[in-house]
C-alpha cells in the first residue's frame, strides 16, 4: 500500500456548545497520522462564511479563531481567505513534523447558525465538511444547549457519506442539555457527517426583524443600493411630477352641445388622451364623411373609402386623411398599405405639431431622468452581483413606477385645460344615457342630423354606443341607419337595424386602420427557457453536507 494511504484523520470530535444568545464555541480535536508525504509541517482547515440562501441572497456568518494547539501545546497559525470563507494554516514553514500522530485542537466562534422555525429551533451542523482530502477513521460530535433541556424535549437525527447522502452510519446519546453522536463505519475523502439536533423555543434567543435586516443589507450592498436608488427615483419624478405634472384646476362641470371650436373629431381625442392612436385616424375618417367629404363602405374584409366631390373647409389633421380617398377611391382592408401608414404618420404629426407643448405637455425630460436614475439603479445592482430574485423585483417595481408616471406626468396648460373642460362638457352630453340625462329640456332635439354630426366625436371620446342607443329610443333602429347611410354603409344588410352591428363596425375602423398601417414583420421567432431550483432544509430533511460548519481540510 502506498506510504499516502497512511495519512489519515485517525479521529475527529467536535464540541459545539450554544450560549444563550446564539453564539457557538466549538472545538475540534482532529487526530492525525503524519507520514511526511501530504503532511509535513501541519494541516489546513477550511471553514466556509459566505452562502447564498435559496434567493440567491448573500449570508455571511462570524468566524473568529480563539486558539489552535498541537499536542497540547499553543501552535502557530495564519488565516488566510478564501472565496467563501476562511482557511486556518497550522504549522511553521521551516518546522517539519515528525512521523506518527498528532493531535490539533482548534477552538473557534461563529454565530447565526441556529434555525428559528414556527414550532422549534435547531442547530443544523455539518461536523467536519466534505472538502476533506483524507480519509476518516471515526467522527464523533457532542451539542452542549445553555440549559438543561429534558432528555425526551430533545430531539437528534445524523446523516452520513457524500455530499447529498442520507446514510445513518451513527449512534446518538440523548441526556438532558446534551445530544452526543458517534459514527459506525470509516470515512472515504470527501465524506462526513452532519447532525440535526432540534430544541424546544425560548432556549436560544432569537434576533428580531430589525436585527435581521441589519445582517441582509450589511451583506447585500447591492440590495441597499436598489432600494435606495429605487427610492431616489421616485422622490425626483414626485418632485418633477409636483412642479410640473399637475393640471389646472378644472373649470365648473356642465353638459355642452357643441365640439369645441375649431376641432376635428381626431384633435378631440388627442387632446382628451394626451396621445395619438388608431381611432383619432378612425375618428378623422368618420368625421370627413360626417361633413360629406367621403363615404366609407364597409364589407366583411374591409372598408372602401370614396370622394363625394362635395368640398370641405378642413378641420386640424384631415387633410392628411383626405388624401386617402382619390378621385378613384380606396379600398382598405387589414393587409399592409404603404398610403394608410403615410397618411396615419402625417395626421400624426400634424396633431402633435399644433397640441403638444401648446395645449399640453408630455413633460418628457422628466420621465428621462428618471429612465437614467432607474438604468443607473439596476446597472448598480448588477455591478455588485445582487441576486437575480432581488434585481428582478426592484427592475419591476422601477419599471411600474415609469410607466405609472408616464400616465400621470403629462399636464394640461393653462388654455390646454379649458380646452379639455369643454371635452368633458361634450362627453356628457354624448355619454350619458337616456334615462340619466339631466337636462334633456336644454338639449338640442334629437335629429338625425345631430346624430350623424357627432357620431364621430362619439367614437373619438368611446361613448358611440350610448349616443346610438339614445337615438335608437328616440327615433327607431332605422331612423337612425337612414341618418349615416349617405356616408356610412353598415355591414348589416337584416333588414332589423342593429345598433350594435353599427357600433361595432364603426369601433373595427380603427383596428382596421392599425393592420393596414403596420408593415409585415420580416422575420418571427421564439424561444424556450426553464429553471430549476432546489433547496433544503432539516423540516423537509437534509443531508450530509448540509447545514452551517463544514469545509474541509488538508495538510501543507
Not at 75 to 81: A, V
Not at 439 to 446: E, L, V
Request: with cysteine; charged share 20%; hydrophobic share 40%.
Amino acid at each position: 500500500m502506498p506510504v499516502a494511504a497512511l495519512e489519515r484523520v485517525v479521529d475527529f470530535h467536535a464540541t459545539i456548545a450554544i450560549a444563550a444568545d446564539g453564539v457557538l464555541t466549538v472545538t475540534e480535536r482532529i487526530v492525525v497520522e503524519v507520514e511526511g508525504h501530504n503532511i509535513q509541517r501541519g494541516i489546513l482547515r477550511d471553514f466556509p462564511t459566505d452562502y447564498r440562501d435559496r434567493f440567491g441572497n448573500r449570508v455571511s456568518v462570524p468566524f473568529e479563531v480563539l486558539r489552535v494547539r498541537r499536542d497540547g501545546a499553543p501552535e502557530n497559525f495564519e488565516l488566510e481567505r478564501l472565496r467563501n470563507g476562511e482557511r486556518i494554516r497550522i504549522g511553521r514553514g521551516y518546522v517539519m513534523l515528525q512521523n506518527g500522530q498528532h493531535v490539533y485542537e482548534i477552538t473557534y466562534r461563529t454565530a447565526r447558525q441556529i434555525g428559528h422555525f414556527p414550532d422549534h429551533d435547531e442547530l443544523y451542523w455539518n461536523v467536519n465538511g466534505s472538502g476533506w482530502t483524507f480519509s476518516f477513521d471515526h467522527i464523533s460530535a457532542e451539542v452542549q444547549l445553555p440549559k438543561a433541556v429534558p432528555a425526551t424535549e430533545l430531539r437528534a437525527e445524523a446523516y452520513t457519506g457524500p455530499q447529498g447522502a442520507r446514510g445513518r452510519d451513527y449512534r446518538q446519546m440523548i441526556r438532558d442539555g446534551a445530544v452526543g453522536f458517534s459514527s459506525t463505519t470509516p470515512f472515504a475523502p470527501h465524506e462526513g457527517m452532519t447532525i440535526v439536533v432540534g430544541f424546544p423555543k425560548g432556549i436560544i434567543a432569537s434576533p428580531g426583524f430589525l436585527t435581521r435586516l441589519g445582517w441582509f443589507f450589511s451583506h447585500n450592498k447591492g440590495a441597499g443600493a436598489g432600494l435606495a436608488g429605487l427610492a431616489l427615483m421616485l422622490g425626483f419624478l414626485y418632485w418633477r411630477w409636483l412642479l410640473v405634472g399637475r393640471d389646472p384646476a378644472a373649470g365648473p362641470k356642465f353638459p355642452r352641445y357643441d365640439a369645441p371650436k375649431g376641432l376635428s373629431a381626431a384633435a378631440v381625442r388627442f387632446i382628451d388622451r394626451q396621445q395619438f392612436d388608431d381611432r383619432c385616424f378612425a375618428a378623422a375618417l368618420l368625421g370627413l364623411g360626417s361633413r360629406g367629404y367621403l363615404s366609407i363602405r364597409p364589407d366583411a374584409a374591409g372598408y372602401r373609402i370614396d370622394p363625394t366631390g362635395k368640398q370641405v373647409e378642413f378641420l386640424p389633421g384631415e387633410r392628411a386623411v383626405a388624401a386617402l380617398a382619390p378621385t378613384g377611391g380606396r379600398w382598405v382592408g387589414a393587409t399592409y398599405d404603404a398610403s394608410v401608414q403615410g397618411a396615419r404618420l402625417n395626421l400624426q404629426q400634424e396633431l402633435q405639431q399644433l397640441y403638444e407643448e401648446k395645449v399640453f405637455s408630455k413633460n418628457r425630460d422628466s420621465l428621462v431622468g428618471g429612465v437614467i436614475l432607474g438604468a443607473a439603479t439596476i446597472s448598480a445592482m448588477w455591478l455588485w452581483q445582487t441576486a437575480f430574485a432581488m434585481v428582478a423585483i426592484v427592475a419591476l417595481l422601477v419599471v411600474a413606477s415609469l410607466l405609472g408616471f408616464y400616465r400621470w406626468m403629462p399636464a394640461y396648460s393653462v388654455s390646454g385645460r379649458k380646452l379639455e373642460d369643454e371635452i368633458e362638457g361634450l362627453r356628457q352630453y354624448l355619454g350619458v344615457a337616456e334615462h340619466d340625462e339631466l337636462s334633456r329640456q336644454k338639449a338640442p332635439p334629437k335629429t338625425p342630423e345631430e346624430f350623424s354630426r357627432f357620431l364621430p366625436y362619439a367614437v373619438a371620446l368611446d361613448v358611440e354606443k350610448t349616443w346610438a342607443d339614445r337615438f335608437v329610443i328616440a327615433l327607431g333602429a332605422a331612423a337612425v341607419a337612414q341618418a349615416v347611410s349617405n356616408w356610412y354603409g353598415s355591414s348589416d344588410t337584416s333588414t332589423d337595424f342593429s345598433v350594435g352591428n353599427l357600433t361595432s363596425s364603426v369601433s373595427s375602423l380603427g383596428e382596421t386602420i392599425a393592420a393596414a398601417s403596420s408593415p409585415p414583420a420580416s422575420s418571427s421567432g421564439s424561444s424556450d427557457s426553464g429553471f430549476s431550483s432546489s433547496s433544503s432544509s432539516s423540516d423537509s430533511g437534509g443531508s450530509s453536507g448540509g447545514g452551517g460548519g463544514g469545509g474541509g481540510g488538508s495538510g501543507w
